[in-house]
């Protein structure tokens, strides 16, 4: 698969000249995370993501992520809010971006592009066609062609045909999937010519196939709990019994001779970026909080920072590789 397989050709794009506010407003209207910046014939110069449109000032721009945080994690609708931060914002987008831009070719393999991802530590690439701008793909791209590829094969597999022997079809639609799991199926009479090293070696195949199927059946099973989760956490807020319990519980295990104590664990869909800034690690992960884990962070911060305590976020576990529940831990 190659990016102009996987590739957004609706580019939203901002000329260099663009003021900070008007960045902003694009990026609201359209609901994206950052935007490229291109010249009169439309080949990128640079890219503006929402950290480029934080304040300098290292004052500034910690008060006003506080302040963001604070509006996140009691769900509040930041759009206005943003906008009003920028008012006196008076930095054009040629100042602003993060330049030159990292492009990639539209023939470009996904293993490259993944390549340029992490090495640049970047969200999206600009995608080029014949020296011309022609779309441009994000880590998100990246993770629907992978899900959609796992899903095709399993589709794939799930159609295969036992031959031999007279032995049925296996074959099993998509939303099967979700049902539960199928029991074991009795073993099958030996045919009437006696066995063959073929209708066992079908068994074999169909024995592979059933495990495979229940495999997916629990993976999928498991991330519509963890959305489950995730949803009623995010319906929850801190409350002040929560808060003093999460302080009695680090004092016990200060007691026992521990130097750190879990305060709240969630599933990584709470992050914004499902965990990924947190796992990376990237300093910038409290922006990612949402509900309950952002207003741990900001009492954290107003309360026990002060008193020399430290926070770290770690990822838990890693069901099939990618990040599952999340720990804030505190340490002393």
Not at 1 to 25: F, G, L, N, W, Y
Not at 44 to 63: F, H, K, N, Q
Not at 246 to 262: C, D, K, Q, V, W
Request: a negative charge; one cysteine or more.
């Amino acid at each position: 698969m190659k990016a102009c397989d996987v590739m957004s050709t609706h580019v939203i794009a901002v000329r260099p000249e663009t003021p900070a506010r008007a960045v902003a407003e694009t990026l609201l209207k359209h609901g994206i995370s950052g935007v490229p910046v291109v010249n009169a014939d439309g080949a990128p110069l640079g890219v503006i993501s929402e950290g480029d449109l934080m304040p300098r000032d290292v004052a500034e721009r910690e008060a006003r992520r506080e302040q963001w945080l604070s509006m996140l994690s009691h769900g509040q609708d930041v759009g206005s809010d943003y906008l009003e931060l920028l008012t006196d914002d008076d930095r054009s987008a040629s100042e602003i971006m993060s330049a030159p831009a990292v492009t990639i070719e539209a023939d470009a393999e996904l293993l490259e592009i993944a390549g340029l991802l992490s090495a640049n530590r970047i969200k999206r690439l600009p995608v080029m066609r014949n020296g011309k701008l022609a779309g441009i793909v994000s880590r998100a791209d990246l993770v629907r062609a992978v899900v959609q590829s796992e899903a095709d094969a399993i589709t794939a597999a799930a159609q295969v045909s036992r031959n031999g022997d007279g032995w049925p079809v296996a074959s099993a639609r998509l939303e099967a999937l979700t049902a539960p799991p199928a029991q074991p199926e009795p073993a099958a009479a030996a045919p009437a010519g006696g066995l063959s090293a073929a209708g066992f070696h079908d068994l074999v195949s169909h024995h592979e196939q059933q495990l495979l199927q229940q495999r997916e059946q629990e993976r999928l099973r498991a991330a519509q709990q963890q959305h489950k989760d995730a949803q009623d956490f995010l319906a929850n807020q801190l409350t002040e019994e929560a808060w003093q319990q999460m302080l009695a519980n680090a004092r016990a295990a200060a007691l026992r001779g521990e130097e750190e104590s879990l305060m709240l664990r969630f599933p990584a869909e709470v992050c914004r970026d499902h965990g990924r800034a947190i796992n990376a690690p990237d300093p910038a992960w409290p922006e990612t909080l949402r509900g309950m884990a952002s207003e741990v962070f900001l009492r954290w911060r107003s309360e026990l920072r002060p008193q020399g305590f430290a926070l770290h976020a770690r990822v838990v576990e890693f069901p099939n590789g990618i990040p599952g529940d999340i720990g804030l831990f505190l340490a002393w």
